[in-house]
């Protein structure tokens, strides 16, 4: 009865587990019966083009607007009719809601949501350099080398989500403030993805930058989020400056070819908005940070004379005695930074490293704004150019404009441009000015050069302010067109470099894979790793084995072949099939073997048995390993032989199926019984579909003194019914020698192989062990 009951019990719980997802699917197809369809809204049908939609929205929207229409729920509609257009206006979001049937309202299947604001993506089932790539990953791939993302995996049936949902809302609040990219991705809709990703549990929170992936293991609480974000970015992104080392780092400028930024705080540690704005732009400005903890007034401020009651910063460019800018504020914003930073993004006089700083510093022109020239002095790198590069950037400062930018190139590492600016491609010419529009991003250029060349002397800075005045008056004097070639990339660090960065990257991220246990995220890599070590091993060995079994092969096969009447079988097999062994492994078939030689015999495969007598067995065995030889390469055959003085009886018993062959023998000789040789005889059995088939021994009168008066009958084997002897049994009897019974087995063994001889089927294999002759 207690059985019957907890039974009772089980079935209760589930008909009310079966009651509650029913009326969660319920819910669910309200809910989704009440969502917009925009074609019904706008009242077009799914084929309709975008020039109808737009004019029904139009004329829809003009009637509900709610300034026009005052009746009750015309907002309501207005906003219904303003979303449905905006959905099938955008083709992408109208393909989304034809296949899934979903509106921005729900996540869409196949799409994650990553970011807010104006940092938001969509990606499909791809995700970084993965395989399927589309658009929203490359854009987010881009971005991840601007900014670093946080990005927390979840679903909707994940408990323990929900108990670190008031932590992560908090630190996505303070991160994002600071231009941390904030993501999510529900594994519910985005499995492949978070496959992709390698998250394999909810939740999971995992941080990416510069396009790799790194996971968090610690406790979910706002410390620890922080300090995860900031030990994702690189390290020496902030340059610690003393007193000691203040005119070493600001007088780097013409090695790094960039502005120096230094902020001035009162904290030990380098603020994390302030590393986050140095990842920003790395590539354009040198970041340092200078506490004033350390002493009591910096010499650098005092020589600037800065009271830094405040966080200060500083930007540094050619001068390193006066900053180019300054910004001082308590509660410094990211945006007051940004917008700082990028009115300070170059030098006054860059020297041209890259394309990448060419397209920025000298953009091309575009309508509907001012022109922008690029004055451009080509030199050397030399000391002896020194003084005209000093007396280039002291006219620049002079006469700074905001259409003229000035750059400077060296001749030696930028020698494709060059060569397409200067006339001649002589390296010992004095520096040249061109004055240049660069006017698309094929690399077409308007240029005209500045006469004179430029030695910095008062002269050639007259004749090239007198040049930017016409300029000013008649851009048509830049008469001068060519394409230039790109750039090149003067900090592009070598191969090996980068190959040696690469693999510490992979090396640092395999050794914390392993610390935390990340095992099913390591499973392709060992999967790898071991597979290649088991075919190494594996190769070794067989290869071992091989050679031994080889050898000790050959000591037997020697043994054989002395034993042979004939020498040695493989001497005259002259089949062209290639042969695997240079023996022929033949087993005695007896009760022992009897099983997994014939009854348990593999499917296709097919053992070719000898009958033989303890009289006639060497000589057999050598006539039969010479005619069989040449079959030897066939993984299908097997080669035994029977001693029919033990097994007689097996013999007739299975040769009783063969009534129609053996009655032959039984007919001849007048009718008279007698008891038949089987000496020579090979049966072919095929123990998995139980038939057989037979070769029987025919004298060819080759050989002998009474046989060869044999009627010159045709050689081969006697089987499916062959002509009666023209010769006596008795004769045939006595001259008949042992060895040629086995002639042109090889001719039957290819119509075997062929399929042509005839099958006797057996309806059970009889038992070797229960009628094997004492004898």
Known sequence: QGKVVNSSQWQFNEFFLFLVVCLLLLVRLVETANEVDPYNILGVTKSASQTEIKEVYKRLIREWHPDKNKNEGAEDLFIKITKSYEILSNKEKRANYDRYGQTDDTQPYGHGHYGHGHDQFYFDESFFHFPFSNKGSQELLTYSFKRPYLIKITSDWCFSCIHIEPVWKEVVLELEALGVGIGVVDVGYERRLANHLGAHRTPSILGVINGKVTFFHYAVVKEHLRQFVEDLLPQRLVEKVTDRNDLQFLNSWHEQNKPHLLLFDQVPVVPLLYKLTAFAYKDYIQFGYMDQGLSDTPNLLKQININTYAPTMLVFKESIDRPADIIQAKGMKKQVIDEFILNNKFLLVHR????????????????????????????????????????????????????????????????????????????????????????????????????????????????????????????????????????????????????????????????????????????????????????????????????????????????????????????????????????????????????????????????????????????????????????????????????????????????????????????????????????????????????????????????????????????????????????????????????????????????????????????????????????
């Open 352 to 775: 041209l490293v890259n394309q990448k700083l060419f397209d920025e510093h000298c953009p091309v022109k575009q309508l509907h704004r001012r022109r922008t020239y690029c004055v451009l002095l080509i030199n050397g790198d030399e000391e002896s150019y020194t003084i005209g590069n000093q007396a280039f950037i002291s006219f620049a400062y002079t006469n700074t404009q905001e259409v003229v930018r000035f750059a400077y190139a060296y001749q030696r590492l930028q020698q494709p441009l060059c060569d397409t600016l200067l006339k001649t491609k002589d390296s010992t010419q004095p520096p040249q000015v061109f004055i240049l529009e660069h006017r698309n991003a094929a690399g077409r250029v308007l240029y005209k050069e500045v006469a004179g060349g430029w030695n910095g002397t008062d002269k050639n800075k007259q004749r090239l302010l007198d040049e930017l005045q016409r300029l000013q008056k008649d851009p048509s004097i830049l008469n001068q067109d060519t394409i230039l070639p790109e750039l090149n990339n003067e900090f592009a660090s070598m191969f090996l470099i980068r190959w040696i960065y690469t693999a510490y990257d992979y090396l640092t991220e395999i050794i914390d894979d392993i610390i935390h246990n990340n095992w099913r995220e390591m499973m392709p890599l060992l999967s790898l790793i071991f597979s290649a070590l088991f075919i190494l091993f594996g190769t070794v060995v067989v290869q071992a084995f091989s050679d031994s079994s080889e050898d000790g092969k050959s000591k037997p096969k020697a043994k054989d072949g002395a034993k042979a009447e004939n020498g040695s079988p493989g001497s005259s097999s002259t089949s062209s099939r290639p042969l695997k062994k240079n023996f022929v492994e033949v087993t005695e078939l007896t009760d022992i073997t009897y099983t997994s030689n014939l009854v348990k015999l593999r499917p296709g495969h097919m053992n070719v048995v000898l009958v033989l007598t303890d009289a006639s067995k060497n000589v057999l065995l050598s006539k039969f390993a010479k005619e069989v030889y040449s079959f030897t390469g066939s993984l299908t055959l097997h080669f035994s032989f029977l001693n029919v003085d033990k097994h007689s009886a097996w013999v007739e018993m299975l040769l009783e199926f063969a009534q129609d062959t053996m009655q032959i023998d039984t007919d001849e000789d007048d009718g008279a019984r007698h008891k038949i040789d089987y000496t020579g005889y090979i049966l072919a059995l095929n123990g998995h579909k139980k038939y057989l088939c037979l070769f029987r021994p025919v004298y060819t009168g080759e050989e002998g003194p009474g046989g060869a008066t044999g009627g010159g009958r045709r050689s081969g084997s006697r089987e499916d019914h062959p002509p009666r002897r023209s010769v006596p049994r008795s004769h045939s009897t006595a001259t008949l020698q042992i060895h040629h019974k086995l002639d042109h087995l090889g001719l039957w063994m290819e119509r075997l192989m062929e399929g042509t001889p005839h099958r006797y089927y057996i309806p059970a294999w009889p038992g070797l062990e229960k009628i094997t002759d004492p004898k």
